[in-house]
């Protein structure tokens, strides 16, 4: 049974940090390129941050970079992502994604909410 569980979430106050975990089961976890998606209220799902199957190679969106850092431990099968100097615009759901060729996997999400 494939499973994506996200933690870390909740709370935080503007210029805060979070860490967000993904915790893999199921599947293959170190030949899936794993990246972390998030939508708000009346948005559509955007991604944040990918990382491949190694950890070598990452991408962030712009809104984030310099601010959140993915990484991964494929002993652990789990995927992070840490979240500094936090906006009241990046609240929203955040989601798990783990893909590969033409197989996608989902968690559940996870609120990130940030506000004073």
């Known amino acids: 049974q494939v499973q994506l569980v996200e933690s870390g979430g909740g709370l935080v106050q503007p210029g805060g940090s979070l860490r967000l975990s993904c915790a893999a089961s199921g599947f293959s976890f170190s030949i899936y390129r794993m990246s972390w998606y998030r939508q708000a209220p009346g948005k559509e799902r955007e991604l944040v941050a990918g990382i491949e199957t190694a950890g070598g190679s990452t991408n962030y969106a712009d809104s984030v970079k310099g601010r959140f850092t993915i990484s991964r431990d494929n002993a652990k099968n789990t995927v992070y992502l840490q979240m500094n100097s936090l906006k009241p615009e990046d609240t929203a759901v955040y989601y798990c994604?783990?893909?590969?060729?033409?197989?996608?996997?989902w968690g559940q999400g996870t609120q990130v909410t940030v506000s004073s």
């Open positions: 994604n783990g893909r590969w060729r033409a197989v996608n996997y």
